[in-house]
Every structure is written in structure tokens, then in C-alpha cells.
């Protein structure tokens, strides 16, 4: 299929969630070679929007389209085509963090060896803890090794990312920064929530904010 035929497409979506209705008649469009960066307060529904689009969850009305069908009636091919890096860490402390790499990969569909992955852990600045306990890193370490997959993820043309910036240093925000960069420079969507100002340069950036 072509890049035309890749583009993310949220039409009239709407949530509510107990007696508040976070949003409605929700629609945009994400193509080959942009970003969206969804912006809003805490509680306006961000989150619930990334799953949604992932298919995670259902909306109460409305429906998220990808290759211009229906999401949860493409559910093979969506998830082969999508990259989703939730909130939190998900990394296992019981494993190395060249084990969680490796394991985090597999989940998601992309096959990778121990050494393209310990390339891809250095690239992160993780070549000396690549055989240390998960337990034993540092928040911002253990972000990295969930970060990295993203070196090795430009097989997967939908990248959705939940505050990756979160618990990063300067050095690790730039990394993060460089990677969506090359994955919208080379046709890549990418959707992603931060509550970090970013500077994306040259990069094609929609902005969506929830409580407008």
C-alpha cells in the first residue's frame, strides 16, 4: 500500500466518562510525515484519547480509521502497522535491561537481536546497563530502556506515544526529540501527548488541545 493510503483519521469521536463528557464531535487527521501533539490539563482527556485511537478502547460515538477503515475491523493490520508507548515505564525489574528491550520488541511485532539492541540500548546511553537488573536503574534509565525501541521501530509506520519526555534528562529529550524527527522526515505519523515544550524545528506539527 502507498502513504496515501497510511493517514489516521479521527471522525466525530466523543467520550464521556461518568457525567462528563470530555470531548465531542472530535476530527482530525494525521498523514504520512506529520505530527500531532495533543495538549490539554490534566484530566481533559488526553490519555483517553491515545487509547482510543490505539483501539484500546471504544468511543461512545464517532471512529478512528487507519488505511481508511475502521480500526477495530482492521485489528491485524492496524497492530502491525502501530507503535504504542504508553505512560508508564513498562519494563520488568526481574529482567535485564537488554532482556526488557528484546522482550518489549517481540510484543509489538518487531523481531530483533541481542546486538542490534544493545546498539539501539547504547544509543539511548544505556551501553554499560544493557546487563543490569531493571530494578537496580534509575527512573530516567528505566525510561530509556523503554524509550529504545523507538531506534528500532521505523518498520512501524504509526508511532503513538503517551509523554515520552516524562522523567527525561536533557540529553534523553533530545534523543527522543531526534528519533520522531527522522521517523516524520521519512513518511512516518506520529501522535503524541507532552506536557514539555518541544522544540520539533522543521518538523510538520498539527497541535490539538482538549480543552480548548
Known amino acids: 500500500m502507498d502513504h496515501g493510503e497510511r493517514r489516521l483519521q479521527a471522525i466525530d469521536l466523543e467520550c464521556v466518562r461518568g457525567q462528563r463528557r470530555l470531548f465531542q464531535k472530535l476530527c482530525f487527521e494525521v498523514a504520512p510525515g506529520e505530527m500531532l501533539w495533543v495538549q490539554g490539563a490534566n484530566g481533559s482527556g488526553k490519555t483517553t484519547l491515545l487509547r482510543l485511537l490505539c483501539g484500546l478502547t471504544r468511543p461512545d460515538a464517532g471512529t478512528v480509521c487507519w488505511r481508511g477503515h475502521e480500526v477495530r475491523r482492521t485489528r491485524e493490520q492496524f497492530s502491525a502497522d502501530l507503535l504504542y508507548s504508553g505512560h ?65 521501530a521505523a518498520v512501524k509506520p504509526l508511532w503513538i506515544l503517551d509523554e515520552p519526555f516524562t522523567a527525561l534528562d536533557r540529553e534523553a529529550t533530545q534523543l527522543v526529540q531526534a528519533q520522531l524527527e527522522a521517523h516524520v522526515r521519512h513518511g512516518g505519523s506520529v501522535v503524541l501527548t507532552s506536557h514539555q515544550e518541544v522544540d520539533f524545528g522543521a518538523a510538520q506539527v498539527q497541535r490539538l488541545r482538549l480543552d480548548a
Open 88 to 152: 508508564a515505564s513498562a519494563v520488568k525489574d526481574d529482567l535485564t535491561a537488554l532482556e526488557n528491550l528484546r522482550f518489549s520488541l517481540a510484543q509489538t511485532g518487531i523481531g530483533a537481536g541481542a546486538e542490534e539492541s544493545r546498539v539501539a540500548l547504547a544509543e539511548f546511553g544505556l551501553r554499560e546497563r544493557a546487563d543490569v537488573m531493571t530494578r537496580a536503574l534509575s527512573q530516567g534509565q528505566r525510561r530509556r530502556v523503554g524509550l529504545a525501541r523507538l531506534a528500532l
